[in-house]
């Protein structure tokens, strides 16, 4: 029985050797399509930026809505993890926001495809999904965002910019700004300071 079974192995493992030695080869369309999808699918030095901030991290909160009022400050942690080989990272922050609990998460990548830096948000302040596109400056260090958001002081979907600066391995900051409803001008609404746990 044992020599039946190797016998029927062989012949099965000769028979798909066989096939795939016949099979046709990729035409040169369909080479140069893989080659593409290699390329958008590899991790690149933009990607190596994001996993740099991979840790754990303390960030001090400043935010303000009405540019009348002083700012408010709150303490709040974030944590950031790489994911899919380094392709993303995964932020998840807790704190507080204006005495209540806060909670979000986020993710952030770069599409090669398209040349920018990617991301998404969602918090318990909201229902909707903040998605934004953002690109370098020449040193690599500040990425400029552009967002949209669904409003609630609104009800329409408004534009935000937010900055991320990397002052070294161990600090960086995350800006904000916004027009405010009946304002003209854009204004800072927000600034992350985090710096890295020991």
């Known amino acids: 029985m044992k020599r039946l079974l190797a016998l029927a192995a062989v012949t099965l493992f000769a ?3 066989g096939r795939a030695a016949d099979a046709p080869k990729p035409s040169a369309a369909d080479q140069a399509m893989m080659e593409k999808m290699m390329k958008a699918a590899t991790p690149g030095p933009q990607h190596a930026v994001l996993t740099k ?3 754990d991290w303390a960030c001090t909160v400043k935010f303000q809505t009405d540019p009348s009022k002083p700012a408010q400050q709150e303490q709040s942690t974030a944590t950031i993890t790489a994911l899919m080989d ?3 990272i995964q932020e998840v922050d807790a704190g507080q926001m204006m005495g ?3 909670n979000g998460m986020g993710i952030s990548g770069y599409d090669n495809v398209i040349g920018k830096y990617v991301s998404s948000w969602i918090d318990n302040m909201g229902t909707g999904i ?3 596109e953002g690109t370098a400056d020449a040193s690599g260090k500040t990425i400029t965002w552009l967002g949209t958001v669904s409003d609630p002081a609104t009800g329409k979907v408004s534009k935000m910019r937010m900055v991320t600066t990397l002052l070294d391995d ?3 900051t995350f800006d904000m ?3 405010p409803p009946g304002a003209k001008k854009e204004m800072k609404t927000m600034t992350i300071e985090y ?3 020991k």
């Open 15 to 17: 028979s798909s050797v």
């Open 53 to 55: 901030l991979a840790g």
């Open 170 to 172: 161990d600090h960086h």
């Open 130 to 132: 903040m998605k934004s």
């Open 86 to 88: 380094g392709r993303y």
């Open 177 to 179: 700004y916004s027009t």
């Open 100 to 102: 209540m609990p806060f």
């Open 195 to 197: 710096a890295r746990k």
